[in-house]
Nanobody, 121 residues
Framework: VQLQAFGGGLVQPGGSLNLSCAAS????????MGWYRQTLGKQRELVAA???????NYGDSVKGRFTISRDNAKNTILLQMNSLRPEDTAVYYC????????????????WGKGTQVTVSS
C-alpha cells in the first residue's frame, strides 16, 4: 500500500488550499480514508475521515471549513480547506484504514509521508 499526498504549501490566513491523496491500493473502495495532522510536540489530530460507504467525520476545529471527498474510480481522496487559520499549520498525513474503523486506531492505518501546510501572512 502506498499513499502519496499532494497540494501542501504556504497560504495566507483566510485563504484556501486543496490536498489530495493518491492511493496505490487494491480494492481502494473498501478502505476508510482520511487525514490527520501533527505539529511538533503534539499528538496526531484527526482532521477529516471518509468511510468506504461515503460517510464523513471532521475534527471539531475544522468543521464547517474543510470538506473531504473520495473518488473510488481514481483511488484518490480530496481535502478542501477554506478559511484557513494559522493554527491549521501542520504536517498533514493521509491514511488508509483497512478495518472500517474510521482510522481511529492509528496502529491499524497505512500512512503517507505527509505534506506541510503553512498558514501565515
Amino acid at each position: 500500500v502506498q499513499l502519496q499526498a499532494f497540494g501542501g504549501g504556504l497560504v495566507q490566513p483566510g485563504g484556501s488550499l486543496n490536498l489530495s491523496c493518491a492511493a496505490s491500493i487494491n480494492s481502494f473502495s473498501i478502505y476508510d480514508m482520511g487525514w490527520y495532522r501533527q505539529t511538533l510536540g503534539k499528538q496526531r489530530e484527526l482532521v477529516a475521515a471518509v468511510t468506504n460507504g461515503g460517510s464523513t467525520n471532521y475534527g471539531d476545529s475544522v468543521k464547517g471549513r474543510f470538506t473531504i471527498s473520495r473518488d473510488n474510480a481514481k483511488n484518490t481522496i480530496l481535502l478542501q480547506m477554506n478559511s484557513l487559520r494559522p493554527e491549521d499549520t501542520a504536517v498533514y498525513y493521509c491514511y488508509a484504514d483497512p478495518f472500517g474503523g474510521w482510522g481511529r486506531d492509528l496502529s491499524n492505518n497505512y500512512w503517507g509521508k505527509g505534506t506541510q501546510v503553512t498558514v501565515s501572512s
